[in-house]
């Protein structure tokens, strides 16, 4: 079946510094891409959808400039989160459409000191 | 707007016992349900899609969801409770068209005892 990976699994990283996560569909093609944030015993927010080659859209209360996203190819998208900031800490997943589904990768859980 | 509720943040159950965990929506138009389940620190499996065709729903795991529109709901069962069951489960409508958003109730978590 389509499988969704996220690099890396885990990140922890100082305030004021920038990370990058990486989300790749592993046997299919994917235009888009979902980005969601999950806080600790709450459930998935959407933050932005990923669109290859073009901009991506954002949910509204998301920012956009501390929240970069980028869909270079049919099988890759990244979502660097810039100047981080504790409140920042969080599990972020990301989803690709497969067929009529969605398929999740396993998460990344950032946590910012 | 589309929406759906989860009745209930927890659920215990003892193992070999029924599983009901319950969803109900809210959408203008005819829904897209969607039932996923995450274990700990893991990414979301699905487990379940109602895309108006039959409302019995059979998953993966032995679960089963019913669309019942009378009721608005989607509630998801098991008949008997495994201990590897334990899990965050998540309902979840589609919005818009071509399944392009997904809007998470908040989650029930399941606890299964001995």
């Known amino acids: 079946g389509a499988v969704v990976s996220q690099h890396p699994s885990w990140v922890i990283c100082k305030s004021g510094t920038s990370v990058k996560i990486e989300c790749r569909s592993l046997?299919?093609?994917?235009?888009?891409m979902f980005w969601y944030r999950q806080f600790p015993k709450q459930s998935l927010m959407l933050m932005a959808t990923?669109?290859?080659?073009?901009?991506?859209?954002?949910e509204q209360g998301v920012e956009k400039d501390k929240f970069l996203i980028n869909h270079a190819s049919l099988t890759l998208s990244t979502l660097t989160v810039t100047s981080a900031h504790p409140e920042d800490s969080s599990f972020y997943i990301c989803?690709?459409?497969?067929?009529?589904?969605?398929?999740f990768g396993p998460g990344t859980r950032l946590t910012v000191l | 707007a589309q929406s759906v509720t989860q009745l209930g943040s927890h659920v215990s159950v003892s193992e070999g016992a029924l599983v009901l965990l319950r969803c109900n929506y809210s959408?203008?138009?005819?829904?897209?349900l969607f039932w996923y389940v995450q274990y700990p620190n893991q990414g979301l499996q699905l487990l379940l899609k109602?895309?108006?065709?039959?409302?019995l729903v059979k998953g993966i795991n032995g679960f089963e969801a019913e669309f019942k529109k009378s009721e608005t709901s989607f509630h998801l069962t098991k008949p008997s409770a495994h201990m590897s069951d334990a899990a965050e489960y998540f309902c979840?409508?589609?919005?818009?068209?071509?399944?392009?958003?997904?809007?998470f109730g908040t989650g029930t978590r399941l606890l299964v005892s001995p």
């Open positions: 989803s690709a459409r497969a067929g009529t589904s969605k398929v």
């Open positions: 046997d299919f093609q994917a235009t888009t």
């Open positions: 990923s669109n290859e080659g073009s901009k991506a859209t954002y």
């Open positions: 959408s203008s138009v005819p829904p897209y």
């Open positions: 109602y895309t108006s065709a039959a409302t």
């Open positions: 979840a409508v589609s919005v818009g068209t071509g399944f392009q958003k997904l809007v």
